[in-house]
């Protein structure tokens, strides 16, 4: 990890100055045996959501196995650039690596749907039902030295989720990843336009059907394909996003 984030919620203040974190934390580890930080040492840090900073690696403290931080923050990072993702709910594994893909890429929300293509049981795994799924975007989102993780749904209905987007992003440009009923590639459909928003859906792994791809046009989804290979979708939401983004300048 790039940066240490930590939540405000650890913090015994609200001035988030200091903290006592447990030897037995994965962070604690990673200070002392990979940063390989004394005290008196410093590292960068962040708070999540908010200002990234220095801490201070005050004292370790033998008795009560643990590490004294103090903090100095500075400035929180800018805004996630402006792109939703709708994502048909893939296998557990797979939701991982894009969960901590797309926040190290950098993505302002992501929506996992039903589809009907897709496995229903996908939604019962641990990795949503236990809240496991915020770790992977708080280690993707460390990676790329930010302090801000993206939004999170992933128990509503592919229309519902566009119905909400098109009520909060009314002029974002939207774009539906298919294999087999798209007219261009996702390059030239950027290029037919400047936008600032964007919101890309992109299927379950065995895709959209036919009432899918009606339910997304009648939003007013443009079609794009990313060429002839056939990706997994971790591949194809990473090559997707990273087009977006460097549309919007943003890579």
């Known amino acids: 990890?790039?940066?240490?984030?930590?939540?405000?919620?650890?913090?015994?203040?609200?001035?988030?100055?200091?903290?006592?974190?447990?030897?037995?934390?994965?962070?604690?580890?990673?200070?002392?045996?990979?940063?390989?930080?004394?005290?008196?040492?410093?590292?960068?840090?962040?708070?999540?959501?908010?200002?990234?900073?220095?801490?201070?690696?005050?004292?370790?403290?033998?008795?009560?196995?643990?590490?004294?931080?103090?903090?100095?923050?500075?400035?929180?990072?800018?805004?996630?650039?402006?792109?939703?993702?709708?994502?048909?709910?893939?296998?557990?594994?797979?939701?991982?690596?894009?969960?901590?893909?797309?926040?190290?890429?950098?993505?302002?929300?992501?929506?996992?749907?039903?589809?009907?293509?897709?496995e229903p049981s996908y939604a019962q795994s641990t990795l949503w039902t236990t809240g496991e799924y915020r770790r992977h975007l708080v280690a993707g989102a460390a990676q790329a030295f930010c302090t801000r993780i993206p939004r999170i749904t992933f128990s509503n209905t592919l229309a519902a989720t566009i119905a909400a987007l098109a009520a909060e992003r009314p002029g974002a440009r939207r774009i539906a990843l298919d294999n087999y009923e798209s007219p261009a590639s996702l390059g030239e459909t950027l290029a037919t336009g400047r936008h600032s928003a964007f919101v890309l859906a992109l299927g379950s792994e065995r895709g959209w059907t036919a009432a899918e791809r009606g339910q997304l046009r009648a939003a007013q989804f443009d079609f794009a394909h990313l060429g002839p290979r056939v990706l997994r979708t971790e591949t194809a939401v990473t090559a997707a996003l990273a087009q977006v983004l460097a549309h919007l300048g943003r890579m």
């Open 1 to 118: 990890m790039n940066i240490i984030l930590f939540d405000s919620g650890e913090f015994s203040s609200p001035a988030c100055d200091s903290l006592s974190l447990p030897q037995a934390d994965p962070r604690a580890a990673h200070i002392i045996d990979v940063l390989r930080r004394k005290p008196g040492d410093t590292f960068d840090a962040g708070l999540i959501d908010g200002p990234r900073g220095k801490a201070t690696l005050s004292a370790i403290t033998s008795g009560s196995a643990a590490l004294a931080l103090t903090f100095r923050w500075a400035s929180p990072p800018p805004p996630l650039p402006p792109v939703a993702l709708i994502i048909g709910l893939p296998r557990p594994q797979t939701a991982r690596k894009i969960l901590n893909e797309a926040a190290a890429l950098g993505v302002s929300e992501m929506h996992f749907v039903a589809t009907e293509r897709g």
